[in-house]
């Protein structure tokens, strides 16, 4: 197997998610579990991840206002 050190990895934590988000662990908590529709996640047995990919998708849909783009 190949190390590839340098590549941003695929899923993050939560504790590395939040602060993407510039939210608290437990707003993060409630975006994911209380809001509907909420944040995208993958479970993995008992822990829950997040794609970073799904997170910027997520924020270009929450996206209010002018078109800047």
């Known amino acids: ?3 590839q050190g ?3 990895p695929l ?3 939560s504790r590395k998610a939040a602060p993407m ?3 608290s662990l437990r ?3 409630a975006m994911t579990f209380e809001e509907q529709p ?3 996640y993958i479970r993995c047995g008992r822990l829950v991840r997040y ?3 799904d997170l910027e998708r997520w924020i270009e849909s929450k996206r209010q206002g002018g078109d800047d783009r």
Do not use: E
């Open 1 to 3: 197997m190949r190390h």
């Open 6 to 8: 340098t590549k941003a």
């Open 11 to 13: 899923l993050v934590d």
């Open 21 to 23: 988000l510039a939210v």
């Open 27 to 29: 707003k993060l908590w």
């Open 38 to 40: 909420g944040l995208p």
């Open 51 to 53: 794609s970073i990919a």
